[in-house]
């Protein structure tokens, strides 16, 4: 797989140096310009046709943002559309001058003020695009604020206009759009969580960048890629073979539950069993046993000695039994009274997912106790799987709510030396290589509780499928395989929302369409 293809994402930093080595072999910055606002220009008359919308108001900045507003605002008004342009600031740059100068030989009108464009049928923003840091103030936020309120659909090109590119941050305030037409290559803003409600529905308009160009700026180990359809087909384990029995399709232990949180035993569970592991464990307290064998009769359960308040007490397991599973995941349920039971599995050999109390207690045990990172096994052999809260609490020092959660999540990998899946609407995984795979879609649907539990259970589940592959090490297959489940997690919830609702998918539904999420590839 290409590691340099189109789904790679970038910082603002690292697409004005792709562009500088495009510049730089050659090619003329007003051809680039056509080229990208000609896309723009067809996306645009494509998505609102001039037979519904024929009056289109068009807001212009004063870098090539601007210039490619009004190269678009050219094209439009070549096909029919009604034009008008609002162009609030005098300094504008060279090209975007001309432009503008041969808009105004048109006879399109421009405007300062916005209240000109208030019977417009569609706006198209092309105040600020990529780069901006500097808050939106005075005139220009008045504007945006008031544009804001009106109900007409609006087109960002490449960013929406006040949208920090890397951190998502909104700088002041900032436009609200429809649809953003990102240029080029993905921008890190499009995969942050607080700029989602402003971006709208993404686009990406390739405009032919050579993957040379993007090699020489960014490292292999450095790359923040959007996990897809391929990737995932080329992640999954193999179809079986004609002859094979359950242990060699793997064996999963999963430790987890609680008197008080009996369910996200049987979730975890459900998520493993949906994975198509060959033979599944389960570690819980005596008292749950009976009902997890009525619940996944085809799994072995592990009763264990439990505490007064109903959490597992210890493992009845050696270390020589621990490990021979294939893969371990631990924690969902377990509550703050099994703090021996993470403190014990730590030391495993198998490759460890551990989630929820799991993460809580590790918090504990790393500041509270003493503990550290570096007795936390081989490095990509643990995986973490934190929401927000759990994220903060296991790596304090990381700013995460206004910061770049892309690169927190990286810098959480590289600290801790495990592969991290942080949870969110674009759920981000990070490896201590340095690379960061995305999940570009997923669902308000899964904000419910128990999705958590399932994509456990499914991570352990594949992660227990993996076997020796000498062209791949174990840790990059971990990696891949973690990405993978959380992609299926994620379509699994957007198939049950299309044909249940929006308002949210319960664990045991989410289950039940991981099957059909995996039968995207005839598996």
Known sequence: MNIYSSNVIISAAQMRAIEGKIFNAGMPVPALMEKAAGLCFRQIKTLYPPEQYSQVGILVGPGHNGGDALVIARELYFVGYTVKIYCPLIKVKELTASHSKYAHSLGIPFYEEIEELRQCDLIIDGLFGFGLTRSLSGKIAEAVEELNSWSQPIVSIDIPSGIHTDTGEVLGIAIKATYTL???????????????????????????????????????????????????????????????????????????????????????????????????????????????????????????????????????????????????????????????????????????????????????????????????????????????????????????????????????????????????????????????????????ALARGGSGDVLTGLIGGLIAHLRDNKKIDLAEQLFNSVATAAWLHAQAGILAAQERTELGVDGVTLCQYLPQAQKIFNY
């Open 182 to 444: 990102c240029l080029g290559l993905w921008k890190r803003a499009f995969f942050q969580d607080q700029a989602l409600e402003y971006i709208g529905q993404a686009i990406k308009l390739d405009f032919g960048i050579p993957v040379a160009n993007i090699a020489k700026i960014i490292s292999p180990h450095e790359t923040i890629q959007a996990i897809t359809q391929e990737s995932v087909r080329e992640f999954l384990p193999l179809p079986r073979p004609l002859v094979t029995h359950k242990y060699l399709q793997g064996h999963l232990l999963l430790i987890c539950g609680s008197y008080r949180y009996a369910g996200a035993a049987i979730l975890t569970a459900l998520g493993a069993r949906a994975s198509g592991v060959g033979m599944l464990s389960i570690a819980v307290p005596q008292s749950l046993k009976s009902l997890l064998v009525s619940q996944l009769p085809e799994a072995l359960i592990i009763g264990c000695p439990e505490t007064k308040s109903g959490a597992i007490a210890s493992l009845p397991l050696s270390e020589e039994d621990l490990n021979k599973f294939d893969a371990i995941a631990c924690g969902s349920g377990l509550t703050s009274d099994a703090t021996a039971i993470v403190e014990r599995v730590l030391s495993v050999q198998p490759p460890l997912a551990l989630d929820a109390d799991g993460l809580n207690l590790l918090a504990r045990v790393w500041h509270e106790i003493g503990g550290d990172f570096k007795n936390f096994g081989h490095s990509g052999m643990r995986i973490l799987t934190p929401h927000e809260g759990e994220f903060k609490r296991l790596f304090p020092d990381i700013e995460l709510r206004t910061g770049d959660r892309l690169e927190a999540v990286r810098q959480a990998s590289q600290q801790s030396k495990a592969i991290v899946l942080l949870k969110g609407a674009r759920t981000a995984i990070a490896n201590p290589e340095g690379k960061v795979w995305i999940v570009p879609q997923s669902t308000p």
